[in-house]
Nanobody, 115 residues
C-alpha cells in the first residue's frame, strides 16, 4: 500500500497563491499517476490535476492556466502550485495516487479563499 501525507492548505485572499504538497511512502515504485482532487461543500469530488510517471499532465477546465502540477520522483512527492486563487476554489483538496490495480487517497487539506 501507499501512504500519503498532504500539506500546504490554509486561508488566502482571492488573487493569492498556495502550494500544496503530497508525500508518498510505501510501495511507491508501483505508482503510475499522481493527482489532486477537490470537494467543495455540497458538490461532488472533481479532478483538479494529475501527472503520470512520464510527466504527462491533465487539468480540470476551471483551473487551467492558474494551477500547475509537478512531481519530484526522488522525493516521491507531488506538488500543486495554485495561483490567482478564486473564492470558488475553496474546497478540501485530496491527493490521489494510482497504480495498475489500485489507488490511495490522502486525508485532505482545506483551502479557503476569501473575497
Amino acid at each position: 500500500q501507499v501512504q500519503l501525507v498532504e500539506s500546504g492548505g490554509g486561508l488566502v485572499q482571492a488573487g493569492g497563491s498556495l502550494r500544496l504538497s503530497c508525500a508518498a511512502s510505501g510501495i511507491i515504485f508501483r505508482i503510475t499517476r499522481m493527482g489532486w482532487y477537490r470537494q467543495a461543500p455540497g458538490k461532488q469530488r472533481e479532478l483538479v490535476a494529475s501527472i503520470t510517471s512520464g510527466s504527462s499532465t491533465n487539468y480540470g477546465d476551471s483551473v487551467k492556466g492558474r494551477f500547475t502540477i509537478s512531481r519530484d520522483n526522488a522525493k516521491s512527492t507531488v506538488y500543486l502550485q495554485m495561483n490567482s486563487l478564486k473564492v470558488e476554489d475553496t474546497a478540501v483538496y485530496y491527493c490521489n495516487v494510482a497504480w495498475s490495480d489500485g489507488s490511495s487517497w490522502g486525508k485532505g487539506t482545506l483551502v479557503t479563499v476569501s473575497s
